[in-house]
């Protein structure tokens, strides 16, 4: 966060590291939080409260109080947070929404008034979500989001709505490694970096329109030291 703090998701809460202490405090998760409470994904709100995604739901941690809170579904409020959903990953993009992965879909959520749109996969236009789960989320320099699903990843134009996917091909070595994608991350540079399990890693050449992979191979230097890739930090 701002102050230098680190912030770590576990199985049942968050962990902050204070790093003018060198000193470790597990938090619990918010009350009334029930469930499969496994923290997948952290945002820094920028305002002193941190956006806490769990496979049950959504908490809102204050940094300063040290409290949280469970984000609740309101029946009452048709544009509020969608019921039943499993969160997977979390961004902020340039104009402030958030952005939010979900086993069921992409939610955009206009957090001050709390209005969330729901993005779903539809058979009948091809340019929709293509799949439902959402496993991790990026924003270029463009203001594009960059979306991972198991079926691989895609770009997503919040002027025209419109998901364009990026897949792997079996006969062509500039494609995609793999389409299992566990994270995606953006540089400095705006080079866009995608990871999966067993495949390595690849590298979006936007120059070209295809992708550079990185993979392990024993003895060469210069490789990946193992093929099992979860997250990716630049």
Partial sequence: DKHGNLWIGKEDGVIKYDRST?????LPPAPNNTGEQA???????GNGEILIAAYNG??????????SR?????????????????????????DGAIWIGTR?????????????QLYLPNADNPTSLPENAVWALDEDQDGS???????????????TEKFRLYANAPNDKRSLAGNYTWDIHFDKDNFLWHCRDKWGVSLY????????????????PGTLAHYAKRKIFT
């Fill in 22 to 26: 060198h000193r470790l405090m597990a």
């Fill in 39 to 45: 923290v997948t994904a952290l945002l820094d709100l």
């Fill in 58 to 67: 959504l908490s809102i941690l204050d940094t300063r109080t040290l409290t």
């Fill in 70 to 94: 469970f984000i609740t579904h309101d029946p009452n409020k048709p544009q509020g947070m969608p019921n039943g959903q499993s969160f997977l990953s979390l961004a902020k993009s340039q």
């Fill in 104 to 116: 069921q879909g992409l939610i955009k959520a206009d957090w001050d008034k709390q209005i969330f």
């Fill in 145 to 159: 989001l960059w979306v991972g699903s198991h079926a691989g990843m895609y770009n997503f134009n919040p002027k």
């Fill in 205 to 220: 050449d936007r120059n070209h329109y295809n992708f550079i992979r990185f993979k392990q191979d024993y003895g060469k």
